[in-house]
């Protein structure tokens, strides 16, 4: 059974950094997808990052050059390092998973290609 769980959620400043983690259980190191999605009343969940376990990485176009996202499996966590965050920035963000067994160079940023989640942390960005 695969189980996540974020936090690092905070109230920020424009233009300050935060990092998020999620910690993830269950999930084969050979062989997975993971991403960073977040949500808010206004819009629907939107893609943040994703990586997959053959080394693929995307971002979504907001966030490209601002955001990182990577793993440590030492740690069994999943980072998203977010840096000049803007107001656009605030909202849940959740992380999930799903296992993958073939080569993924470009893992989805869509939320219907992932079936296991975590229940979110939250980002407010002021300005």
């Known amino acids: 059974q695969v189980h996540l769980a974020e936090s690092g959620g905070d109230s920020v400043q424009l233009g300050g950094s935060l990092r998020l983690s999620c910690v993830v259980t269950?999930?084969?190191?050979?062989?997975?997808?993971l991403a960073w999605f977040r949500q808010t009343p206004e819009k629907d969940r939107e893609g943040v990052a994703a990586i997959s376990g053959t080394g693929g990485i995307v971002y979504g176009n907001s966030v490209k050059g601002r955001f990182t996202i990577s793993t440590d499996f030492a740690k069994a966590t999943l980072y998203l390092e977010m840096s000049r965050l803007e107001p656009e920035d605030t909202g849940v963000y959740y992380c999930?998973?799903?296992?993958?067994?073939?080569?993924?160079?470009?893992?989805?940023?869509?939320?219907?290609?992932?079936?296991?989640w975590g229940q979110g942390t939250r980002v407010t960005v002021s300005s």
């Open positions: 269950g999930l084969s190191r050979s062989g997975y997808l």
């Open positions: 999930a998973a799903e296992h993958s067994y073939g080569p993924s160079i470009y893992p989805p940023l869509r939320p219907d290609k992932y079936n296991y």
